[in-house]
């Protein structure tokens, strides 16, 4: 059969107050029919939910109490029948629950594969099933607000928005590839010049930008704290998670491995790695330790670049700085309760372009300075304006750069008065690739890449 019908354990494995099987196709209500027992299956109403047992049809063997929702085509999340077995959520329960449905006709559902369907059915499109991995992954609340708007189909709108223009540029273009010889005499071309302008490459402009200045929100920010022994990398990264995680003692060396912990700043999901101490050592640990700094840095988005306010830099402060210096940097001056307020570390003339601040890793000092500059660093040239909720995804950018660059072509095409069946081909090129992004054109290879994200259930 073409379509068959799918079964998953939709909710974590362990115990818990409940857990959910979904089935999803054709034949999810005759299953339903088979496992559960009730006083009366034959007169369940859609969109509701109802008391009664799994029971196995083989043997009579009651397996668990449960609570059915039936929801019908195409008013379902997949478009197609689905039913929900909400049971008690234990490993063992579940999956013989699971068993059961896959033995009376489902089979086991692949990761995202009830979200695919939607997608496939037409009840949602691609940004928008991208939107509900989102959601499952938001770590702050400004990317679940992200998420949240994208799942509404904002992007989708505004995607569609532009598309529109470039149809109704097509289809004048189409229409003057019709007449004859001296089409531009008869064609006005600085309407469609104009509407290309004004509301294609502008607008596709924009929604590259929100890209460059807020996929971090998104994607997150890998941060990386540096510096030499003892100067408080570790005490920083404390203050940062507000918890004990990394071990802070006077001596030396006592950060050997790397330590690696999410959190929030300013709405940016951060992930933060405590590093160990940079410097000259024959301890082989730690020489592991150091070349394994040197990965992360490399790696990294950014890094908090840390030296002691209370000594002067040092040699060894210097020859990070030259092995990081190609980085994005942030030179945090800690210790700064050991000194003045108004003291002024004397950094060489090459850090002075570079972000610096004062804090006190010990007492909390200057943190709220810090955040400031790590989002305003990461958030693009012209920060983020927190009212905006559509933020493009990798894969949407490079459509819209695709679709930009096709749509400049046209213009320029226009302008040197190219014949209009090669502009006409950039322009559908322009569609072409925003229809990428709804997934009004899809191919497989895309497909799997989005929905091997999704775990299995969804
Ligand atoms: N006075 C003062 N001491 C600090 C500060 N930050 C860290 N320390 C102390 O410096 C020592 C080394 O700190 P630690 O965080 O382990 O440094 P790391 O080796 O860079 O990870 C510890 O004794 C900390 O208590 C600070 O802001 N002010
Ligand atoms: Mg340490």
């Not at 799918?6 to 496992?35: F, Q």
Request: include cysteine.
């Amino acid at each position: 059969m073409d379509n068959p019908t799918i079964a998953a354990v939709a909710t974590p494995i362990g115990r818990g107050g409940i857990g959910i099987i979904k089935i999803s196709g054709e034949k999810a209500l005759r299953i339903a029919a088979t496992v559960f027992k009730s006083s009366s299956f034959a007169r369940f109403k859609s969109h509701r939910l109802y008391h009664g047992y799994v029971v196995d049809p083989a043997n009579g063997r009651r397996l668990d109490e449960v609570l059915l929702a039936i929801m019908k085509a195409p008013r379902s999340y997949t478009g197609e029948d689905v039913v929900e077995i909400q049971a008690h959520s234990g490993p063992v329960v579940l999956s013989s629950i699971l068993e059961l449905v896959l033995k009376n006709g489902a089979r086991l559902a692949e990761p995202g594969e009830f979200t695919k369907r939607a997608y496939i059915n037409g009840r949602i499109d691609l940004t928008q099933a991208e939107a509900v991995v989102d959601i499952i992954n938001a770590r702050t609340n400004k990317s679940l607000e992200i998420a949240t708007a994208q799942l509404k189909g904002d992007m989708r709108r505004s995607i569609e928005t532009i598309r529109g223009s470039l149809f109704d540029v097509f289809a004048e273009i189409n229409a003057a590839i019709d007449f004859p010889d001296d089409v531009t005499e008869i064609v006005d071309i600085d309407t469609p010049i104009k509407t290309l302008q004004d509301k294609i490459i502008a607008r596709l402009k924009e929604l590259i930008e929100r890209y460059e200045n807020a996929h971090v929100l998104r994607d997150g920010l890998k941060l990386v704290v540096v510096g030499r022994p003892n100067v408080g990398k570790s005490s920083l990264m404390n203050r940062l998670l507000q918890k004990e995680r990394a071990i802070v003692a006077s001596m030396p060396g006592t950060t050997r491995d790397f330590i690696e912990e999410p959190l929030g700043i300013r709405g940016i999901p951060v992930i933060i790695t405590d590093t160990a101490g940079l410097h000259e050592t024959d301890d082989p640990v730690e020489v592991i330790g150091i070349k394994k700094t040197y990965e992360h840095t490399d790696l990294s988005d950014l890094v908090l670049f840390v030296v002691d306010a209370s000594c002067r830099i040092t040699e060894e402060d210097y020859k990070i700085y030259e092995r990081i210096s190609d980085r994005n940097l942030i030179i945090v001056i800690n210790k700064s309760d050991l000194v003045d307020d108004k003291y002024k570390l004397d950094v060489p003339n090459s850090w002075i372009n570079i972000p610096q601040v004062k804090i006190s890793a010990l007492y909390g000092q200057g943190l709220d300075r810090l955040k400031d500059l790590i989002a305003k660093i990461s958030l693009g040239e012209h920060g983020f304006d927190t009212e905006h909720t559509i933020v493009p995804n990798l894969r949407h950018k490079i459509a819209l750069e695709r679709s930009l660059e096709a749509a400049s072509s046209a213009v320029e095409g226009m302008q040197r008065r190219t014949p209009f069946e090669l502009i006409s081909i950039d322009i559908k090129e322009a569609i072409d690739s925003l229809e990428e992004i709804t997934g009004v054109i899809a191919n497989e290879d895309m497909l799997d890449r989005i929905f091997s994200r999704f775990c299995i259930g969804k």
